[in-house]
């Protein structure tokens, strides 16, 4: 007799809404995943099943059977392969059989399986489908659609090995037992399996991961600061359990560290500038080995700089009679950006008053000469510079009377004109003619008293020559006309030591432009005259050129250069005669004398 499955749909279990029952079951116990899962687990055990079947007992009449309830099947045994996706989920394949006297049933299922790993303690629960078959005795057998549905706890005892302590399943079978029971008897004819499987035994834990040793690094925000200003210093845990409370503790040798968990403040107030290193040691309170890491992070403390107080100072003006006032400022900066004062205002003469950047010479009293004006300029932090401005005094002029103002008006200095070639190295003495001496007398006479009232007053003599010798012969031309010119001072009474002679040869020479526009501004000239010479205008310009120059150093007046037309003497100046010569009158014949 043959036993086969036959389904009618109407005893078959709807294992699809067993998920959401698991699903619900494993989120109530997700927050407590356990730490390194293996990828293989194997279980291997003793189980118990109560089948929770009613069959046509053995020897019945299939017309009429006799309900038969199996008693539990004991003893029995289990074993169940999972692979392990990730820490919650893995698929797993289920064997096991029980018998007795009655007969025996058992099992081959696969499905998914839900773990909650714990501290040494998992809790699973698994969904299983496959194949049931169950053997009566004195009956056919039967193979079924089976499915097991439950859970269970495992105790770790070592990393690879488990106590299953205990495992409950809920155990569905549809079997068809319609070859030996009759179709009036439905509930015994295709009866269903709704039993309780119980097991116990080891589980054994392959195919580890390599465990990393846990890390941790140190960062810090900033990493350099000036003195006063916080750190913030983070450490950030690697390879550590995810779900154990880790302890930080936080050391540094700069500063003082206050640490909350994986944060620490560093406070520099009073730290010297400098390079310093914090250190975070991580610590896993429940970790047997490999529970421990540190980090450390260097920052670096810079004092505030100290640069001193830049400073300049100007006086307006820079150069005032003794007497006048002096206005001196002074502008202050620091490079640092701190407050600064300036004081301390002091002169080398004269009296300085003032406040701030700014103060008073006040210059009475004072002596001729440089005077340097002082002042200091100090930061909030004691630093300080200081800088000075120049000023120079000059005495006033003195007073001229009236009778020196009329000197110096008297003293209307003109050059002294040479006729051509003279004096000659041979006659030094020579050349001076008689309106040129006239001149230099008066210039003697004037000086001497200017001299009484202006001692440091001298005369300067500047010599020149015409254009027609060599260089080297107007240069010694126009030094031997200085020198006797000078010579004919002396002997009317000036002292050598005020009269200065300078000689320039040919250069520096009046121009055509120059000779003509002092011509027409002679005025001692007729209209006539001045035309008459500017017709002989190339041999007045080298006699205006024969000359020397007379300067005055107090004033700096320098003497006329118009040429002397109207001197006796002019025309040897100028190259002709010094004067005509007289016509000769022939005595008349007496009357009556006869004719030579």
């Known amino acids: 007799m043959s ?22 079951l494993f989120s109530t116990f997700a927050v407590a995943q356990d730490d390194v899962t293996p990828k293989w687990d194997a279980f291997l055990g003793y189980q118990y099943l109560d089948p929770s079947i009613t069959v046509a007992a053995p020897g019945s009449n299939p017309s009429n059977p006799t309900p038969f309830k199996l008693p539990a099947f004991s003893p029995g045994a289990g074993g169940a392969l999972a692979y392990n996706v990730n820490d919650y989920l893995g698929f797993e394949i289920d064997a096991g059989g029980n018998w007795n006297k009655s007969g025996s049933d058992t099992t081959i299922s696969i499905g998914p399986r839900l773990m909650l790993r714990n501290e040494g303690l998992n809790v699973f629960v698994h969904t299983l489908v496959g194949w049931n078959y169950l053997k009566v005795n004195s009956l056919d057998k039967s193979s079924g659609v089976g499915a097991i549905l439950g859970g269970g706890i495992d105790l770790r005892l070592v990393r690879s090995l ?32 709704t039993g309780i499987r119980l097991r116990t035994g080891l589980v054994f834990n392959m195919g580890f991961p390599e465990t990393t040793p846990p890390s941790a690094s140190c960062s810090l925000q900033p990493s350099e600061v000036m003195v006063g200003e916080p750190i913030t210093a983070t450490a950030t845990a690697s390879n550590f359990h995810p779900k154990r409370v880790l302890t930080y503790s936080w050391s540094g040798n700069g500063g003082k560290v206050s640490g909350k968990d994986n944060t620490a403040s560093i406070d520099t107030n009073g730290v010297a500038g400098g390079s310093y290193t914090v250190t975070a040691r991580v610590t896993d309170p429940k970790a047997k080995k ?7 992070a260097t920052y670096t403390v810079k004092e505030p700089p100290k640069n001193p107080p830049t400073m300049s100072c100007s006086a307006t003006p820079t150069s005032v009679q003794i007497g006048a006032t002096v206005n001196v400022s002074c502008t202050c900066t620091s490079p640092d950006n701190v407050p600064v004062t300036v004081s301390g205002w002091t002169s080398s003469g004269g009296t300085v008053s003032g406040s701030g950047g700014s103060a008073t010479l006040n210059t009475t009293g004072a002596v001729a000469g440089p005077v340097t004006v002082n002042a200091t300029c100090a930061d909030s932090r004691g630093l300080s510079t200081s800088s000075s ?10 007073v001229i009377s009236p009778e020196v103002k009329q000197l110096e008006a008297r003293l209307a200095l003109h050059s002294i004109y040479f006729p051509t070639a003279l004096p000659t190295a041979a006659n030094p003495k020579g050349g001076l003619l008689a ?3 006239q001149t230099l007398t008066a210039l003697a006479s004037d000086f001497q008293k200017y001299l009484k009232a202006k001692p440091d007053a001298h005369l300067i003599l500047e010599g020149h020559a015409d254009p027609r010798g060599s260089v080297k012969y107007n240069q010694a031309l126009s030094e031997r006309r200085v020198e006797r010119t000078k010579s004919f001072l002396v002997e009317n009474g000036i002292p050598e030591g005020s009269i200065e002679t300078k000689a320039f040869g040919d250069q520096h020479n009046l121009s055509a432009a120059e000779v003509k526009a ?7 000239l007729t209209t006539e005259e001045r035309q008459r010479i500017i017709r002989n205008m190339r041999t007045i310009i080298l006699a205006s050129n024969r000359r020397v120059d007379v300067t005055l150093s107090t004033t700096g007046q320098t003497s006329v250069r118009q040429y002397p037309f ?31």
């Open 389 to 398: 401005a120049q000023v120079t005094l000059e005495n006033p002029p003195p």
């Open 566 to 596: 109207n001197a006796a003497d002019s025309l040897t100046l100028i190259g002709g005669r010094q004067a005509a010569p007289k016509k000769v009158t022939k005595p008349m014949p007496k009357k009556g004398t006869k004719k030579k």
């Open 518 to 524: 002092s011509i027409e501004q002679n005025p001692e």
């Open 3 to 24: 036993l086969s499955y036959r389904s009618s749909g109407r005893h078959q279990f709807p294992t699809v809404l067993l998920f959401p029952l698991v699903i619900a």
């Open 162 to 193: 488990s106590w299953r302590i205990g495992e409950a399943d809920y155990v569905w079978a549809h079997h068809n037992f319609a070859d030996v029971v009759g179709t009036q008897s439905p509930d015994l004819r295709r009866p269903n399996m």
């Open 435 to 437: 309106s040129q001496q």
């Open 290 to 296: 490999n529970g421990e890491a540190s980090c450390s």
